[in-house]
């Protein structure tokens, strides 16, 4: 008997922002009410597991980081980045068969947003965005929304200045503000009324670190004029 | 919530309030298996329970009063109560710690408490720490004439094993599973080889994945006061709770390859075992296979 038993479509979803996610740290994370834990080690990219331990089901968001492997708060099996467990505490002697492994999936860093895939045969993807490089991050929110919902007020929102609205990929949203500034928005669907996401900006000048830290305000202005179902005015570009 | 439809799960007695709970003269509101329940105490003691349904009193319920604790059943053809004699030696102080909830399946409970692997992890320099994780093997039974399961000579490295120690210690526990929602341990005494404390878990389920734990206790300890004994115990119990109530399912799960065990598991999957071959359904992850 297999505990998460879905079939998973073939996508990539954005579910962090990369800058987010520290070394040494695992954390919850729900994606269509899926539960994952996304943890990095102390070095390296991070990963998305599913959020329970093979051995008894303790969520792994609660473990610990020791190197590059993931422990389990319960009994502190020992997992190594692929997943396969290294280490059981109470058989410090036995080494542990090749088939206990934490159930991964595939996750990538891009525009410095992380991406999950929970389908096995991931042929799709990550969404194209124009310019590579030069994406940093602004912020992350939670909306009790769902994602259609905030697609909408995205593109209905007010910018205060000429806005081209995109859409890469499904849950994915590009905003270009002016002729300088590209908004990438990365939804990720936690339930039926509640949606992830994740905004980062690219910028043709030198980036600015107080004009990220007002565009972070004016995401937290988006998500209130979402949740109160309106569509709300951008500031001016002034302000930006 | 509505009661349960599982024969085997009401067919027992099973702990429903604590004397400090039911005032005298007053009652305690509470669920069974889904059954809403009112225990009242009409003199110091003597308690009685019925159903209650939409507010109204329905049928009365039998009640024991019994190891610190009251005790009712929803079944016609309960199993009897486990006989634990240290109740009864005159010597022991009884200590019951009060009751608990926690957010999670009776069984998950009962099997946690059965677990010494997760001294070193949960809770760290009490009962166990990170150097010596190791479980040694230990023995299992499933005693057939009480149909209760035994876990004997079990050893565990203990920085401070009870609020009576006074520094690291090789602690021996013996456990006793005596129902799907009972258990016990015996664990060596610091200053007295000769003799054990006797700790239990009486598992009360309101739900499926909603329990309240009594732990009374009957101990060989004349120095700490009993402030500090449930002091410490109730640390104890509030580390395991944050495991518990983060397992996934919280339902449990009987299936072969739903998770996996170790050698050291062999008291979990005993207990799994046991629990399926008396095809019990309340609580458990399958329910098509119940
Ligand atoms: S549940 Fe994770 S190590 Fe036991
Ligand atoms: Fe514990």
New interface residues.
């Given amino acids: ?1 297999q ?1 998460n038993d879905q079939v998973e479509a073939d996508r990539w979803v954005g579910v962090a922002l990369d800058s987010q996610i520290q070394s040494a740290s695992s954390h919850p994370v729900i994606l269509n009410g899926r ?1 994952l834990a996304l943890w990095r080690g102390e070095s390296g990219p991070a990963r998305v597991w599913d ?2 331990c ?6 792994l968001s ?1 473990g610990f980081v020791r190197g590059n492997t993931l422990r ?5 099996w020992t997992y190594g980045e692929n997943g396969h467990c290294e280490a ?5 002697d ?1 080494a542990p068969p090749k088939t ?1 492994c934490a159930s991964t999936h595939g996750t990538a860093a891009k525009y410095g947003i992380i991406w999950v895939n929970l389908s096995a045969t991931r042929a799709a993807h990550v969404p194209d965005l124009p310019n590579q490089p030069g994406w940093l991050p602004v912020r992350s929110v939670h909306l009790r929304a769902s994602a259609p919902q905030v697609l909408d007020g995205i593109a209905e929102f007010d910018y205060g200045e000429p806005a081209r609205t995109s859409m890469p990929a499904q849950n994915a949203c590009v905003v270009v503000l002016g002729s300088d500034t590209q908004l990438f928005f990365a939804l990720q669907p936690i339930g039926l009324d509640k949606t992830g996401l994740h905004v980062v900006v690219n910028e043709s000048g030198e980036p600015q670190i107080p004009r990220r830290q007002r565009l972070a305000r004016q995401v937290a202005r988006l998500r209130d004029t979402i949740e109160a179902g309106g569509g709300g005015v951008w500031p001016s570009p002034r302000t930006l | 919530m509505a009661i349960t439809t599982d024969p085997v799960a009401i067919n027992h007695w099973i702990a429903c309030g604590w004397p400090g709970k039911v005032p005298v003269g007053g009652y305690w509101d509470t669920v069974l298996l889904g059954q809403n329940i009112r225990v009242s105490r009409p003199q110091p003691d003597i308690y009685e329970a019925a159903i209650l349904t939409a507010g109204a009193l329905g049928r009365r319920l039998p009640v024991q009063s019994r190891f610190c604790c009251i005790f009712t059943t929803l079944g016609q053809d309960p199993r009897p109560l486990p006989q634990i004699d240290e109740f009864d030696e005159p010597d022991r102080r009884l200590i019951n710690c009060g009751s608990v909830g926690v957010n999670t399946s009776p069984y998950r409970m009962i ?1 946690n408490f059965l ?4 001294f ?3 809770h760290t320099n009490i009962l166990g720490a ?1 150097k010596k ?3 040694v093997s230990h023995k299992i039974e499933h005693r057939k004439d009480v149909d209760e399961i035994w876990a004997t000579d079990c050893r565990f490295f203990q920085p401070a094993a009870s609020k009576a120690a006074t520094g690291g210690q090789m602690t021996d526990y013996t456990y006793r599973v005596m129902s799907p929602f009972s258990i016990m341990l015996y664990k060596n005494v610091h200053n007295d080889p000769g003799r054990n404390d006797a700790i239990c878990m009486f598992v009360q389920p309101k739900g499926e994945a909603q329990c309240l734990a009594y732990m009374p206790m009957a101990l060989v300890d004349d120095v700490n006061t009993t402030a500090a004994i449930i002091d410490f115990q109730q640390t104890i119990f509030l580390q395991d709770r ?2 518990l109530e ?4 919280a339902l449990m ?1 009987l ?1 072969p ?9 062999v008291g ?1 999957v005993t207990f799994r075992r046991w629990l399926k071959q008396m095809g019990i359904s309340f609580g458990i992850y ?1 329910k098509a296979a119940a």
């Fill in positions: 008997m505990i539960e959020d329970r093979p051995h008894r089901g303790m969520r609660f389990c708060l319960y009994h502190g059981i505490p109470a058989h410090p036995l206990i | 099997e677990d010494m692997a997760h070193p992890f949960v990170e994780t190791e479980v944050v495991i983060n397992q996934r399912p799960p299936a390859a739903a998770e996996i065990p170790t050698k050291a598991d979990s399958e």
